[in-house]
């Protein structure tokens, strides 16, 4: 069963980044697993929310009306959440943007008149893929810098883990104030290993993949 805590991995929350998250209006999320949401995570701010390569369960857990209040469009270039109805979280009003890619969930969303497709999508959030291990033509994994909306081009892997790091800080603070007790060191070495086996591969390269 999935920890419902989060675990640091020691990688300090860079200011820039705490800043640029509690106060932009376009949030990117890259690949969040299935993580333990804190209950008091709130993006208020947030008018957009882009969806990069994400867990099925992050993304249900995370795209929620109640940690996005003023939610008015979702950029979603990920693989299905596994609940065709999450529309059904907000009224009508809320755009959705796809890829412009032939896959089920895409597919639906856009038939049924509550999303669109758009050709430049990935260029606008994916600004470079390379294959960075491959072994004799095995084991092969991508590489990707975003380019994120008031922040920049940004490594991948860093800003995954920022985020992580972020929530862990959320967790604290809500911790802090239950005044939660703290769990000794053969726990938290096992949560930790909860953590890292919960993170899935979606293959993000079949989405990226541009034909000429």
Not at 69 to 74: A, H, I, Q, T
Not at 145 to 164: A, C, K, M, V
Not at 191 to 205: G, N
């Amino acid at each position: 069963m999935l920890s419902n805590k989060l675990i640091s991995f020691s990688r300090s929350l860079s200011k820039e980044f705490r800043n640029h998250i509690d106060t932009t209006h376009n949030l990117c999320i890259y690949k969040l697993g299935s993580h333990y949401i804190p209950e008091n995570l709130i993006f208020s701010k947030a008018k957009t929310v882009t969806l990069i390569n994400c867990n099925k369960n992050g993304i249900l857990n995370i795209l929620t009306p109640t940690i996005f209040p003023n939610l008015s469009k979702v950029n979603y270039l990920s693989a299905d959440p596994g609940d065709f109805k999450i529309y059904e979280r907000w009224n009508d009003n809320l755009k959705w943007v796809f890829p412009n890619k032939s896959y089920e969930f895409y597919d639906f969303m856009v038939k049924s008149g509550r999303g669109r497709k758009d050709v430049n999508l990935i260029k606008e959030y994916v600004a470079s893929k390379k294959i960075i291990d491959g072994k004799n033509g095995f084991d092969i994994s991508f590489h990707f810098e975003l380019n994120i909306p008031g922040f920049g081009i940004t490594d991948g892997e860093w800003w995954r883990s920022q985020f992580y790091e972020y929530l862990v800080d959320q967790q604290n603070k809500e911790k802090n104030k239950n005044n939660s007790i703290s769990q000794d060191k053969e726990e938290l070495e096992l949560q930790k290993a909860i953590v890292i086996s919960s993170i899935e591969d979606l293959y993000f390269e079949h989405i990226t993949e541009i034909k000429k």
